[in-house]
């Protein structure tokens, strides 16, 4: 990246005074989605992926539309340009709120980072939202104008986002470059296995969590796809699921499905068979 944004990315991520804000704002955010049933549905579980990075396309574009409209059709353009303004400052609500829902399980560096990211986000709605007022009142021009600002601030929101995507890894599944094996591999004796207490085991340079459950075997990958927790320093329920110690998520042994997030991507689940007394796992699918 260019060594400027480089220096004011660092210099946001530095700047601790931001956990003034953060740390408070984080614990709020965390009590309102603890609920399963709002934090399953801002993460994205029912999704398959993070469902913030889909949401955040709406607004976008739509305000991309409207000032590509003010730029390339003028008055022609000025009834659709205000729907769009109208209507992607409408889609910020759920947008704004699943954003807020992964950040709150952040820390430290990256999460000072997405605090500025939703304030410029933030800034940039009020912009569209007085953008969409004063269009209303037939200033078209003015409109334009705080649309066109709203925009830039919101480009450079999305360079943030994108920062804490690709660079600190949120919303990234941490299992994506394991390389789990195929082939059948002894990982245990049976004997170690006590009921509902996971056992990290190794296969083929995989972590592997082993859990004898109501007379079975399951394994699932061990590092948690949310953001890397050791799955097998988790806690297993009377429903067959196993909690991740770092933020709560929890994924079915039988098949590594999110039952609760925030993890958005399901476990890599593994093939047991006990042969001898041995455990031995392969990666289902594989
Ligand atoms: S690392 Fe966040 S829930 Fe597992």
Not at 145 to 164: E, I, K, N, T
Not at 256 to 272: L, M
């Amino acid at each position: 990246m260019p060594k400027q944004i480089e220096h004011v990315i660092r210099d946001i991520e530095d700047r601790s005074a931001l956990d003034a804000v953060a740390g408070p704002a984080a614990s709020l955010v965390n009590r309102v989605t603890k609920p399963t049933v709002v934090k399953n549905a801002l993460s994205g579980g029912w999704l398959g992926h993070a469902l913030h990075p889909v949401l955040t396309d709406v607004p976008i574009g739509a305000w991309g539309m409207a000032t590509l409209l003010d730029v390339t059709a003028g008055e022609r353009g000025a009834r659709a340009a205000r729907t769009l303004v109208g209507f992607g400052v409408l889609a910020v609500v759920p947008t704004a709120a699943s954003g807020a829902s992964d950040w709150a399980d952040t820390y430290g560096p990256t999460q000072r980072v997405g605090l500025v990211h939703g304030a410029l986000n933030g800034a940039a709605t009020v912009l569209q939202a007085a953008s969409w007022v004063v269009r209303v009142t037939g200033r078209r021009r003015a409109g334009a104008v705080l649309s066109g600002v709203g925009l830039g601030l919101m480009g450079a929101s999305a360079y943030l986002g994108g920062h804490l995507s690709y660079v600190n890894g949120v919303g990234v599944s941490h299992t994506a470059f394991e390389e789990p094996t195929g082939k059948w591999t002894d990982v245990a004796a049976l004997t170690a296995l006590e009921e509902n207490k996971p056992l990290r085991v190794d296969a083929g340079g995989v972590p592997v969590v082993l859990v004898r459950h109501d007379g079975t075997v399951k394994a699932l990958s061990a590092t948690c796809t949310h953001a890397g927790g050791p799955l097998d320093e988790g806690e297993v329920d009377a429903d067959g699921c196993i909690h991740c110690p770092w933020h709560g998520s929890a994924f079915r042994l039988s098949d590594g499905e999110v039952t609760r997030g925030p993890a958005s991507v399901a476990q890599p689940d593994w093939d047991v068979k006990i042969s001898q007394d041995r455990v031995l796992v392969r990666a289902a699918n594989a």
